[in-house]
DNA sequence: GTGTGACTGCCAGTCCGTT
DNA sequence: AAACGGACTGGCAGTCACA
């Protein structure tokens, strides 16, 4: 087995949706926006966005895309801040 | 194939689900895989990576850094991409 | 203003047949 | 072979009520 399939095994190595919820609160935190308001603004329940920024739920693309909008950002930027936080948890092992 | 002509008549304004799976399609045959190989690559059933392409099934994040891992693409750059023909579909409208 | 147990409906994902 | 699709099911997305 070489370097690639230690570090890129597939069974259950990052968690994804707690890198999500990770970032969806500091972007959330950083425009001063209440889970409660941030809600609201994209039309889902507040107790969802809670959900997901404590990791339990992990939201689908669209869901992303609607929550992106509320915050006024780019999807393409939170995709790549998920990105990098992902290298480097992988990193870290 | 396009994408106008799939959206319903339903409230979606634009259904992300069906970006994804033409990015991955093209991505795939740019690459000169079958959709075995990919499913292979992934670990995943062939008819999955069908669906997603067809537009039926709206893979969920975790499964598309899979998906990347396989195609060997950063996550981010096929987000880019999506977000691209998203922002293409709403101007045609 | 935020987290969470409990619940339910729906859809992601698989199996298998068809082309 | 290579792709599509009908039919099924388990698990999770998403909600509510309360803490």
Known sequence: MDIKGVISLSEQPVIIKQIIGK???AIRIKQGLSQE???QECDVDRSYISMI???RNEPSVTKIFDLCKGLKIKPSDFFKMVEGEYEKTLEQG
Request: aromatic share 0%; proline share 0%.
């Open 53 to 55: 920024e404590v990791g």
């Open 23 to 25: 970032t969806l609160k």
């Open 37 to 39: 308001d941030l809600a």
